[in-house]
T-cell receptor
Framework: DTEVTQTPKHLVMGMTNKKSLKCEQH?????MYWYKQKAKKPPELMFV???????INESVPSRFSPECPNSSLLNLHLHALQPEDSALYLC??????????????FGPGTRLTVL | QKEVEQNSGPLSVPEGAIASLNCTYS??????FFWYRQYSGKSPELIMS????GDKEDGRFTAQLNKASQYVSLLIRDSQPSDSATYLC???????????FGTGTRLQVFP
């Protein structure tokens, strides 16, 4: 089973709202990732968690706040977003960080629209 | 700057033909490569991974890696209209924790 789940599938929020995206995997993977993808562009890495600790932050604005409550869950808290933050947000997981042969499996994504 | 380059396409092939998707990379430290298929509005789906020089076959798909030439390719035999999607090539190296994605090649298979 290589399933990563994400909720919600779609989210519309105003610039003053606070919302959260959720990601879950039960493959025993110890690395989890958040990506942002704009139309006709490749996924753009935002954050990497390894063994529940934040290991990479790709200079993401503080209005995006990641959280890894346990090895199966990953959240992305959103606050005071801008319309240009509208995108498909993808979660991925892999066995372990930096293993070279480590395949990342993507969830279905959350389509975020910021009004 | 570590880069993975792909022709954005579209690559148009008739149904039943072989589609050939190509990718070059600049980082000689890259160890493993992945092909993802992405339908419009959906998330990337892993098609193939390849780590060693040579060919790797899985059903209608064959991945080819040439580390000397820094070249990766994906061949799709007996192409079907359902293969129409964007194909993302990605590379990874042991000394980084990131996948470096190409910009993707859009494949169109027409009946």
């Amino acid at each position: 089973d290589t399933e990563v789940t994400q909720t919600p599938k779609h989210l519309v929020m105003g610039m003053t709202n606070k919302k959260s995206l959720k990601c879950e995997q039960h493959m025993g993977h110890r690395a989890m990732y958040w990506y942002k993808q704009k139309a006709k562009k490749p996924p753009e890495l935002m954050f990497v968690y390894s063994y529940e600790k934040l290991s990479i932050n790709e200079s993401v604005p503080s209005r995006f706040s990641p959280e890894c409550p346990n090895s199966s869950l990953l959240n992305l808290h959103l606050h005071a977003l801008q319309p240009e933050d509208s995108a498909l947000y993808l979660c991925a997981s892999s066995h372990s960080r930096g293993a070279g042969h480590d395949t990342q499996y993507f969830g279905p994504g959350t389509r975020l629209t910021v009004l | 700057q570590k880069e993975v380059e792909q022709n954005s396409g579209p690559l148009s092939v008739p149904e039943g033909a072989i589609a050939s998707l190509n990718c070059t990379y600049s980082d000689r430290g890259s160890q493993s490569f992945f092909w993802y298929r992405q339908y419009s509005g959906k998330s990337p789906e892993l098609i193939m991974s390849i780590y060693s020089n040579g060919d790797k076959e899985d059903g209608r798909f064959t991945a080819q890696l040439n580390k000397a030439s820094q070249y990766v390719s994906l061949l799709i035999r007996d192409s079907q209209p359902s293969d129409s999607a964007t194909y993302l090539c990605a590379g990874a190296s042991y000394n980084t924790d990131k996948l470096i994605f190409g910009t993707g090649t859009r494949l169109q298979v027409f009946p």
